[in-house]
């Protein structure tokens, strides 16, 4: 199966003060177009650095990142932010959405950034919305939605650019356990369409639903399995 992710001997080193913090050490992965995989760990451990490479928020001290193809690693800021608006998606534990704003402006922010003209950002948001299950809550503002629906939001907000990675960071961190199996059966779904998703938690339950777990460890991989998928018969 064709890589979506490549990457070779990523390190990431901070320098705090006058100590040097080793986020990654020497980190290679591939991850495959429409695979699920969970990543977990202390913190501490590098999940999260890897994280925000993968999605383009920062970039390795050394090493090689390529996204369906083009080489990251040594990406002008402007170029970072292009890759992010057409590649990925991403989901935040804390939802990221602007609270006065309706659903509907919320998912078309993306949009917005990317210069698509207003009727094509209604079309597209409403479908998105209505994707999620939201078809009937397009003009409620967050403070209105349940934390779980202000999840779906955010998933429709993240898909609304049609990507090819989808980014969760804790995305049910902050939700009940119903909740979370909702929000979890939601992006099995999306994975069974063909989208690439790629989690990070803390919890071992949310983890069973990946098809792969990969397990971090003071800046390395401890453990890269593949398992049986949690809502998927085997």
Known sequence: ?????????????????????HALRGVSIDIAKGDFVAIMGASGSGKSTLMNIFGCLDLPTTGQYHLAGEAVEGMAQDQLASIRNRRIGFVFQQFNLLPRTSALENVELPMVYGGIKAPERHERAMKAL???????????TPAVLSGGQQQRVAIARALVNQPQLILADEPTGALDSQTSEDIMNLLTELNKTGMTVVLVTHEADIAEWARRKIVFKDGHIVEDIVQAQKGVPA
């Open 1 to 21: 199966m064709e890589n979506l992710i490549q990457a070779r001997d990523l390190v990431k080193t901070y320098t705090m003060g006058d100590q040097t913090v």
């Open 130 to 140: 209505t994707q999620v299950g939201l078809g009937e809550r397009f003009h409620h």
